[in-house]
Nanobody, 118 residues
Framework: QVQLVESGGGLVQAGGSLRLSCAAS????????MGWYRQAPGNQRELVAT???????NYADSVKDRFTISRDSAKSTWYLQMNSLKPEDTAVYYC????????????WGQGTQVTVSS
């Protein structure tokens, strides 16, 4: 089994910055993709950013010029640097990883609250 541990959430004023971290541990065979998702009350969980083991990134349009995803493959850890935060970024943020190849498995963190005040 794989466990994901998140850190870095909290409260910040609009225009501020926050850095989220996600560390994977357990029976990790290989990591395919790493990512961040978020869910606000009443909304579905949505993709924020992903990064592959090869370094290819993908961002939601709403965060593309403000957020940066990165990874440290040696430590099975990935990060989300969030700049110029807006109140609409307020949500529970979840880290996620997809392991394996053709027969992949997905693992999710427990979520961390990010609140941006106006």
């Amino acid at each position: 089994q794989v466990q994901l541990v998140e850190s870095g959430g909290g409260l910040v004023q609009a225009g501020g910055s926050l850095r989220l971290s996600c560390a994977a541990s357990g029976s990790i065979f290989s990591i395919n993709t790493m990512g961040w998702y978020r869910q606000a009350p009443g909304n579905q969980r949505e993709l924020v950013a992903t990064i592959t083991s090869g370094g290819s990134t993908n961002y939601a349009d709403s965060v593309k010029d403000r957020f940066t995803i990165s990874r440290d493959s040696a430590k099975s850890t990935w990060y989300l640097q969030m700049n110029s935060l807006k109140p609409e970024d307020t949500a529970v943020y979840y880290c996620k990883t997809r392991t394996g190849g053709t027969w992949y498995r997905d693992y999710w963190g427990q979520g961390t609250q990010v609140t941006v005040s106006s």
